[in-house]
C-alpha cells in the first residue's frame, strides 16, 4: 500500500493504527485461507482474539507498505499467524495475531460438524423446585 496523507500522522508517518490494521488483515486472509487448505471448505472467516504489532521503525508518506505475514498453526477452532510489516528491505514493524476460525453462519466450526452452532440460544435453567 502506498502511504498518502490520509494514513499519516501530525509527524507525517504512516499512523500505527493503519500499520496495525494492514498486519491484521493479512494475517487474518492468509489464516483463513490455509485453515481452508488443511481442514477443507468449512472454515469461512475468521475474528481477531489477540493482535501485538511491534513497530520498529517509520514509514513516511509516499513509501511502499508490504506486508509478509506467515501462518505459524491452524487448528478447528485458533489459527496463529505472525507478520514483517516492510518498506523495501527495511523492516518497519512486525506483528503476531490469533484468530477464531467460523463457518459463514458465525460457527465455530467443530459445533457446526456437531449440528448445532455454539452461538445458538440455550435454553435457560429451570428453576428450582
Known sequence: MRIDTACCNSRGFADGGVIAAL????????????????????????VTVGLSPDFLGSAARGDWLEVKPVVVRTGRTLAFAECRIMVGERLVARGNATFRMLSADGAEPNARHHGRSRNAAIAPCPSPP
Open 23 to 46: 498486519a491484521d488483515n493479512a494475517m487474518g486472509h492468509s489464516a483463513v485461507g490455509w485453515a481452508r487448505r488443511d481442514l477443507g471448505p468449512g472454515i469461512d472467516a475468521a
